[in-house]
C-alpha cells in the first residue's frame, strides 16, 4: 500500500485527493485554524510519500535546508514586505479622510441619479490599498447616506462599492491572495497588475453596475436611522474623524496610485531597456514592490499625517493597530508555501501536470475549479487562493509558461477564490451586518454577486489566456 502511494500514479493522486479532503475536514469540521491545518497535512503528506525526515525538517544541528523551513522562507520573504508595507499605506489613507475625499469627488462628478456608479468607483479605486472589511468599515456611512437622500433601496448603493472592494482584494497587489499566489508561481507582481486590472474592471461592471442596478430595483431595504449614528460613532472611536482640512483628491489618487506606476515601470523597464544599463538598473529598483510600497508609505505619513499635523504618537499607534491583523494573514501564506513544497518534492506536481496533458483539461482551468472548491467549502479567500496555489505550482513550474501566462493563472485562482460567499465566509456576516440585510436578502444579493464576479473574471482570464 505503502509503495503503491509513493510510486505509482493513482497513489500520488490519492495523495494529492485525500490531502485536499482531510485539510478541509480539519477547517470546517474541527475548526482547526488554517495555518496549522496546512501545516499538518503537509508534514502527514511528506511522511507518507516517503520524504526523508532529514529532507523534511533537517536536523538539530541544521534545518535551514530543509523543506520547512524553506517552505515558509521563501514565500515569506517574497510578500512579507508587501503586505506590511500595503496595509500602512491603507491605514493612513483611511485615518487622513482621503475615502471621504475620493467620495465626495465621485458623487459631485456623476450626480445622484449616477451615484451607485461613483459608490462603485469609489470601492474600485479605494479598495487597491485597504482591505476589504476596512473598506466597508469606512465607506458604508457614506452609502447609507446616499441611499436615505435618494429614497431607494440600500442594496442599490451597497453591491456597487462591494463589487469594486472585491475585485480589488482578490486580483491586485499589495493585498495578500494575489501577491501570495505571485510568490508561489513566480510571476513579476507587474504582470499581476496589468492582468488584475483586465480582469477586475470588466468583472466589476458586470456585477457591480449591471447587477447591482437589476437586484437593486428587486430588494428594497431602507436605511435605519440608528444604523448610521453607530456607524459614525464607531469611526470617531477609531480615530477615523477627525477636523482637519481633507486632503487633496489628486494627492490621495497620486499615493494610490505612485507604487502601482513604478512597479509597472519596473516589469517593462525589464523588457524593453539594455540589462546591466544605468536606467535599466533604476528602473528595477523602483520598481521592486517593496521598495515602490516604502516610497508611497513615506510620502502618505509626511503628506497625509504630520503635515496635516498628526503627532508621531498617533502615527505609531496607527501603525500597529493596522498591522495586527496581518499575522495570522502571514502565518496562512507561509504555511501554504510549506504545503506547495511538499507536493512539489513528493512528484505529485508533476503527476498532476502528466495527467492533465493527458486528458486535455487546461491548467488555467483546473486551478479555477480547485479554486472554487476550497473557497465554498471553507470560505476564506486567502486560504483558497493560497492552498490552490500551492497545489498548481508544481503543475505549472515544467510547462515553460510565460510570465503574462502565470498572471492569468492567478488570476483564474482569484476568481475562485470569491465564488458563491455563503454562512461560512466572515465577509457574508460583515456585508449582512453593515446593511441591515437578512440572511435571505445577502444570499439573493451579496452571494450573487460575489458569483458572478468570479465568473465574469474567469471567462475574461481563459479568454485572454487564448491570445498571449
Known amino acids: 500500500?505503502?509503495?503503491?502511494?509513493?510510486?505509482?500514479?493513482?497513489?500520488?493522486l490519492t495523495l494529492a485527493v485525500v490531502s485536499i479532503a482531510v485539510l478541509l475536514l480539519l477547517i470546517i469540521k474541527f475548526k482547526v485554524e488554517p495555518f496549522i491545518a496546512l501545516i499538518v497535512v503537509a508534514l502527514l503528506v511528506a511522511l507518507l510519500a516517503g520524504v526523508p525526515v532529514e529532507t523534511l525538517v533537517g536536523s538539530a544541528q541544521k534545518a535551514s535546508d530543509s523543506l520547512l523551513e524553506k517552505g515558509f522562507g521563501s514565500i515569506l520573504g517574497h510578500i512579507a514586505a508587501i503586505i506590511g508595507l500595503g496595509t500602512l499605506l491603507g491605514a493612513i489613507l483611511e485615518a487622513s479622510g482621503g475615502a471621504q475625499v475620493l467620495m465626495d469627488k465621485l458623487m459631485n462628478a456623476f450626480g445622484e441619479k449616477r451615484a451607485p456608479v461613483?459608490?462603485?468607483?469609489?470601492?474600485?479605486?479605494?479598495?487597491?490599498?485597504?482591505?476589504?472589511?476596512?473598506?466597508?468599515?469606512?465607506?458604508?456611512?457614506?452609502?447609507?447616506?446616499?441611499?436615505?437622500?435618494?429614497?431607494?433601496?440600500?442594496?442599490?448603493?451597497?453591491?456597487?462599492?462591494?463589487?469594486?472592494?472585491?475585485?480589488?482584494?482578490?486580483?491586485?497587489?499589495?493585498h495578500p491572495g494575489p501577491v501570495a499566489a505571485a510568490g508561489l508561481l513566480k510571476v513579476s507582481l507587474g504582470w499581476i497588475i496589468i492582468m488584475g486590472l483586465a480582469v477586475a474592471i470588466p468583472a466589476w461592471f458586470v456585477g457591480g453596475v449591471l447587477y447591482s442596478y437589476w437586484i437593486g430595483k428587486r430588494i428594497n431595504v431602507p436605511v435605519p436611522e440608528e444604523m448610521l449614528a453607530a456607524a459614525e460613532a464607531a469611526r470617531a472611536e477609531n480615530g477615523s474623524g477627525d477636523d482637519r482640512e481633507p486632503p487633496s483628491l489628486g494627492l490621495v489618487l497620486a499615493i494610490i496610485g505612485l507604487p502601482l506606476v513604478l512597479i509597472l515601470a519596473g516589469t517593462f523597464g525589464s523588457i524593453l531597456l539594455t540589462k546591466g544599463s544605468k536606467l535599466y538598473s533604476v528602473a528595477t529598483f523602483f520598481g521592486t514592490p517593496a521598495v515602490a510600497l516604502t516610497i508611497s508609505v513615506l510620502l502618505a505619513f509626511w503628506l497625509l499625517g504630520f503635515r496635516r499635523g498628526m503627532t508621531r504618537e498617533k502615527v505609531a499607534e496607527l501603525s500597529a493597530a493596522s498591522l495586527k491583523p496581518v499575522a495570522m494573514i502571514l502565518l496562512v501564506v507561509g504555511a501554504g508555501g510549506f504545503f506547495g513544497a511538499v507536493l512539489a518534492a513528493t512528484g505529485i506536481g508533476k503527476t498532476l501536470a502528466n495527467e492533465l496533458s493527458?486528458?486535455?483539461?487546461?491548467?488555467?482551468?483546473?486551478?479555477?475549479?480547485?479554486s472554487c472548491v476550497i473557497r465554498i467549502a471553507q470560505g476564506s479567500a486567502t486560504v483558497a487562493?493560497?492552498?490552490?496555489?500551492?497545489?498548481?505550482?508544481?503543475?505549472?513550474?515544467?510547462?515553460?509558461?510565460?510570465?503574462?501566462?502565470?498572471?492569468?493563472?492567478?488570476?483564474?485562482?482569484?476568481?475562485?477564490?470569491?465564488?458563491?460567499?455563503?454562512?461560512?465566509?466572515?465577509?457574508?456576516?460583515?456585508?449582512?451586518?453593515?446593511?441591515?440585510?437578512?440572511?435571505?436578502?445577502?444570499?439573493?444579493?451579496?452571494?450573487?454577486?460575489?458569483?458572478?464576479?468570479?465568473?465574469?473574471?474567469?471567462?475574461?482570464?481563459?479568454l485572454i489566456s487564448l491570445v498571449v
Do not use: C
Open 1 to 12: 500500500m505503502i509503495d503503491w502511494l509513493q510510486h505509482s500514479t493513482g497513489g500520488l
Open 118 to 174: 461613483a459608490i462603485g468607483l469609489a470601492g474600485l479605486i479605494f479598495g487597491v490599498p485597504v482591505f476589504f472589511d476596512i473598506g466597508i468599515f469606512v465607506l458604508a456611512p457614506l452609502v447609507y447616506v446616499a441611499a436615505k437622500r435618494s429614497g431607494k433601496s440600500i442594496v442599490l448603493f451597497a453591491m456597487p462599492l462591494l463589487a469594486g472592494l472585491s475585485v480589488m482584494h482578490a486580483f491586485m497587489p499589495p
Open 358 to 370: 493527458g486528458i486535455g483539461l487546461p491548467v488555467i482551468a483546473l486551478a479555477y475549479v480547485i
Open 385 to 462: 487562493i493560497v492552498t490552490t496555489a500551492g497545489i498548481v505550482a508544481p503543475v505549472v513550474a515544467d510547462l515553460n509558461y510565460s510570465q503574462p501566462q502565470l498572471a492569468l493563472v492567478v488570476m483564474a485562482i482569484a476568481s475562485g477564490s470569491i465564488i458563491a460567499s455563503h454562512v461560512n465566509d466572515g465577509g457574508f456576516w460583515i456585508v449582512s451586518r453593515y446593511f441591515g440585510l437578512s440572511v435571505k436578502e445577502t444570499l439573493q444579493s451579496w452571494t450573487v454577486l460575489e458569483t458572478i464576479l468570479s465568473v465574469v473574471g474567469f471567462v475574461v482570464a481563459a
